[in-house]
């Protein structure tokens, strides 16, 4: 409700500070219709900004300490799987030697044992880091959510009721169950997903680089190229999403809407009607949803046939290397099992990519609501201090409901009332 009064009186301890601005009363008049028009009547709050992936992250910064844990075994993780490759080649070079005296082959069983030793502990000593990393990231998520829908749910309720008037339940309750579920993968397992495929992916180049920074400049002439893709790809897929989750949260109100006035739609037979709206909805949705399947798939195989020939020249080159004895078979066959590692993380990141894009869709929803300030405040410490009489005056009051603020439906110019108490 929006309005003005002027009190005055000797029943209250202070002067409550007034709702409007007495010398701004005709200006607000003239401009709450352009003010509150975009926010109120069309059920939206302020315009949902583009918002960035750091802001999505820095939801998980009360969590620092155990995603730095996290992130440590995550390191010692991705090591011990890129070193398996190594000592892989190492057994095929001790098993291709030449082999020919008993004591030889004494010694090459030997060797090949230690290194599966070798192999051994380190799958072991990954193993616990992976579960470390598995669970720290995943009570880190759990507590995001949580959080999260604490500060937005405590963001709803100070909103003034005309927002309520306006804006559906079904939707609300989407931001606060699907959005806040999607930012708390996209902030927390997904992010961990991430790391583990770009510490894999940095770590076995630079075992490719140590074992033949031919083919390793080789195997990265494409780099240029996929990036242009995927930064065209990430735009694309964080509107489309944008646009999907807006979608899903409609057809949550409508079913929401339909539920609630149940009775209403049985006593005017309006089932088919209620069905009809909330098929289009559904309709639309799914629409939006197959066009970022179609786009998800186009990405997908493109970036997998750039990578599969990419490791097809790589091979061809390094078999031609080795016979022309600069690489040994068994380097040659570690730098196509480091190839085929860090293509798989960079497929990884790139499904992942998909993922965060959708995060920032559902985010531009959620922030939406956080960074909406209330156009009626809680404020005031107006309260009765005895039964002495007072005086209320009312000084050019009017009266608009937020949602139609250029409608006025009460103008009072002055009115003068001395309470006396009883």
């Known amino acids: ?117 070798e192999i051994f502990l380190i799958v072991i000593v990954g193993s616990v880091c992976t579960a470390l990393r598995a669970w720290l990231f995943s009570s880190a998520s759990e507590r995001v959510v949580a959080r999260l829908r604490k500060n937005l749910l405590s963001h709803l309720v100070h909103q003034e009721i005309a927002f309520f008037d306006v804006t559906r339940t079904g939707e609300l309750l989407s931001r606060l169950s699907e959005d806040t579920q999607i930012i708390k993968n996209a902030a927390t397992t997904n992010l961990s997903e991430a790391l583990r495929n770009l510490a894999t992916a940095f770590i076995g180049l630079g075992f490719m680089f140590q074992t033949s920074w031919k083919l390793t400049l080789l195997s990265l002439a494409v780099v240029p190229v996929i990036s242009v893709a995927v930064r065209r790809f990430g735009r694309y897929m964080r509107e489309l999403s944008h646009k999907t989750q807006a979608a899903a949260a409609v057809a949550s109100s409508i079913a929401e809407e339909t539920f609630g006035a149940i009775r209403t739609v049985r006593s ?46 790589v091979v061809i080159y390094g078999a031609t290397l080795t016979i022309q004895g600069a690489m040994t078979p068994g380097a040659l066959t570690s730098f196509i099992l480091y190839s085929l ?66 409608h006025m439906v009460l103008k009072v110019r002055n009115i003068s009332s001395y309470l006396v108490p009883t």
């Open 1 to 117: 409700m929006d309005g003005h009064s002027g009190m005055h009186g000797h029943g209250f301890g202070n002067a409550r500070t007034p709702l409007l601005d007495r010398h701004a009363l005709g200006r607000k008049r003239n401009d709450a219709g352009d003010d509150q028009l975009g926010d109120l009547e069309h059920g939206d709050s302020v315009p949902a900004p583009n918002v960035g992936f750091g802001r999505v992250i820095s939801l998980a910064k009360p969590e620092a300490g155990n995603l730095v844990l996290a992130t440590i075994a995550l390191l010692f993780a991705a090591t011990s799987s890129i070193l398996i490759p190594k000592f892989g080649g190492k057994i095929i070079d001790i098993v291709s030697g030449d082999i020919q005296t008993p004591e030889q082959k004494s010694e090459a069983l030997n060797a090949v044992k230690n290194t599966i030793l």
């Open 268 to 313: 005017f037979a309006q089932e088919d009607y209620e069905i009809s709206r909330y098929s289009e909805k559904v309709d639309e949705t799914l629409n939006l949803g197959l066009g970022q399947a179609k786009v998800v798939g186009l990405f997908s195989g493109s970036l997998n046939a750039a990578s599969t020939l990419s490791v097809i020249v």
């Open 341 to 406: 590692t860090v293509g798989s993380s960079v497929s990884g990141l790139s499904g992942l990519y998909t993922v965060a894009m959708k995060a920032a869709g559902a985010s531009r929803r959620v922030f939406q609501i956080l960074d909406r300030t209330s156009s009626m405040p809680k404020s005031g410490d107006l309260c009765p201090l005895g039964d002495q009489a007072a005086e209320v005056e009312l000084d050019d009051v009017w009266f608009a409901y937020p949602s139609r603020p250029s």
